[in-house]
């Protein structure tokens, strides 16, 4: 057959036919070369994996069948610093000494009492911004944050830091770079409604409590833990254990008869981190004036959800 021929017959037949069908064509060709590319992969052996890190992560490859997963914990967070070992020691021996737990148990009616007088005295914490600047012992600052070290951790890991900060000149330094960066959250980052939802409660990019109030307590996680070799020990769920110590800190306080404000400086982090000298596993989660309230304060006229709005009976 001549060339001639042969395009005559591929223009007559041939054109015609991918013209009419082209998206079917076009598919069928794509498929076929997905199926060569898949059959050209080495087959990979299924291997069985021992990894400390959230299930989702290899959930895609379990259901292909390349890994086998064994999930021994989890983290509430989305930083990378995860740890996986199969050889590593554990953080407590297996042998660990379980000692008797001394227990007082109470009556009913004493359970219900002290209960109502725990709720009656923490009703009465309120968020506050204009602090005096009476001075509060050290020894009261002492005792919160070791209450606040009671609080349960994953696998008792304790990933918190408390940066307790009273110099004067250390306080200011924190005071510019925090209202920097909230001048910036307040006229670009935050949004209207953001913006609009706090004008009611009367604050700004203005802190000046930060220079005012005798104590500051910087709450930093330690997202991972430092080994002295200089590898890294995965803390289970750090941010949510050091926020349960964040708020047994912030009962601790309003039950010593001082105030505090629960802030979460916006994109202040790295530098109070840096100004602090705090190491790079650990990141700021809370930084909480601590003193007393000052003659003038006044706080927005609020009210908070009744029980049947916040609790569920199942």
């Known amino acids: 057959m001549t ?3 042969t395009m005559g017959l591929a223009t007559k037949y041939l054109a015609p036919f991918l013209v009419a069908n082209w998206l079917d064509v076009t598919l069928a060709c794509l498929a076929f070369l997905l199926v060569k590319l898949l059959l050209s992969q080495p087959s990979r052996p299924v291997r069985t994996v021992h990894i400390v890190s959230r299930p989702e992560q290899l959930e895609d490859q379990a259901k292909k069948g390349r890994v086998n997963v064994t999930v021994s914990g989890g983290v509430g967070d989305r930083d990378k610093d995860l740890v996986a070992s199969d050889t590593r020691e554990p953080l407590w021996p297996e042998d660990l000494t379980h000692v008797h737990y001394k227990f007082t148990k109470v009556t009913p009616e004493e359970s219900i009492e002290k209960s109502r007088a725990f709720y009656e005295l923490m009703k009465q914490r309120r968020t506050i911004r204009v602090f005096s600047s009476d001075p509060v012992p050290r020894e009261v600052v002492d005792n919160v944050i070791k209450a606040a070290g ?33 001048e910036i959250n307040y006229t670009k980052r935050m949004g209207t409604e953001w913006v609009m939802d706090l004008r009611a409660m009367r604050t700004d990019w203005v802190k000046e409590y930060l220079t005012v109030a005798p104590w500051l307590i910087l709450v930093f996680k330690q997202t991972y833990g430092l080994l002295p070799d200089g590898s890294k020990r995965t803390h ?12 047994i800190l912030l009962s601790a306080i309003h039950s010593a008869g001082l105030a505090t404000l629960t802030s979460t400086p916006l994109n202040c982090g790295p530098s109070l981190r840096t100004l602090l000298k705090r190491p790079i596993n650990e990141k700021l989660l809370l930084l909480m004036p601590l003193g007393y ?20 009976v199942v």
């Open 293 to 312: 309230p000052a003659p003038n304060t006044t706080i927005p006229n609020l009210s908070r959800k009744p029980l049947d709005k916040i609790m569920v």
């Open 3 to 5: 060339p001639d021929c």
């Open 150 to 182: 009671t609080a349960p951790s994953g696998a008792h890991t304790e990933p918190w830091t408390f940066v307790v900060v009273s110099d004067p000149e250390v306080k200011q330094q924190i005071r510019t770079i925090v209202e920097t960066e909230e």
């Open 236 to 247: 289970y769920y750090h941010e949510i254990s050091t926020a349960l110590a964040g708020g």
